[in-house]
Antibody, heavy 122, light 112 residues
Framework: QVHLEQSGAEVKEPGTSLKVSCKAS????????ISWVRQAPGQGLEWMGRIGAYTAITKYAQKFQDRVTMNRDASTNTAYMELRSLTSDDAAVYYCARHVSGIYFGDWFDPWGQGTLVIVSS | QSVLTQPPSVSGAPGQRVTISCTGS?????????VHWYQQLPGTAPKLLLY???NRPSGIPDRFSGSKSGTSASLAITGLQAEDEADYYCQSYDSSLSGSMVFGGGTKLTVL
């Protein structure tokens, strides 16, 4: 079955960078886009951006445009999200999700990875 | 502030019916963008509950249903069960934010 396995929890210092991996199984990564969503403690879900299927074209949310990079390695069926210049506001659980683009029903996320907890502290 | 507005909390007794609203605007739901719903049990990742306003993925019971009208959408849960206690999020597409996916702020469902 389709499954997304993310890298483990991380503790980062302010000003440094974060890189989270998301390994897909049960399907070919390049057949679907991958979106990244984060959830700050006790807060809701926030979409960060996506890396497209086939061409790997990226689209980032305006809020993260200047400091996020999403890419993938087709040979290992793994997607990556890098976030730079971390601050305490970036402390959150980061999720990858398969981004399904339906012809009739818009775009949704299914399934989701288990999440990667990121703590930002000096 | 979330682009889509949901009530922070709703509650109901076992067996009852509850609804959760999701209010958007003319740049997302009102523009015809479809609405999708997710269930997040405590300490777990979100799970797709409904896609395309009212379509259930395999394994989702028919106690869950959705609707959309104008700039709003709703999730209805009938025959409420203790295991339904979770956070629920709506999601859609917004054309005003250079084309972004947007979420509601989430609704905590408490089963009394």
């Amino acid at each position: 079955q389709v499954h997304l396995e993310q890298s483990g929890a991380e503790v980062k210092e302010p000003g440094t960078s974060l890189k989270v991996s998301c390994k897909a199984s049960g399907y070919t990564l390049t057949s679907y886009s991958i979106s990244w969503v984060r959830q700050a403690p006790g807060q809701g879900l926030e979409w960060m951006g996506r890396i497209g299927a086939y061409t790997a074209i990226t689209k980032y949310a305006q809020k993260f445009q200047d400091r996020v990079t999403m890419n993938r390695d087709a040979s290992t069926n793994t997607a990556y999200m890098e976030l730079r210049s971390l601050t305490s506001d970036d402390a959150a659980v980061y999720y990858c999700a398969r981004h399904v683009s339906g012809i009739y029903f818009g775009d949704w996320f299914d399934p989701w990875g288990q999440g990667t907890l990121v703590i930002v502290s000096s | 502030q979330s682009v889509l507005t949901q009530p922070p909390s709703v509650s109901g007794a076992p067996g009852q019916r509850v609804t959760i609203s999701c209010t958007g605007s003319s740049s997302n739901i009102g523009a015809g963008s479809d609405v999708h719903w997710y269930q997040q049990l405590p300490g777990t990742a979100p799970k797709l509950l409904l896609y395309g306003n009212n379509n259930r993925p395999s394994g989702i019971p028919d106690r869950f249903s959705g609707s959309k009208s104008g700039t709003s959408a709703s999730l209805a849960i009938t025959g409420l069960q203790a295991e339904d206690e979770a956070d629920y999020y709506c999601q859609s597409y917004d054309s005003s934010l250079s084309g972004s996916m947007v979420f509601g702020g989430g609704t905590k469902l408490t089963v009394l």
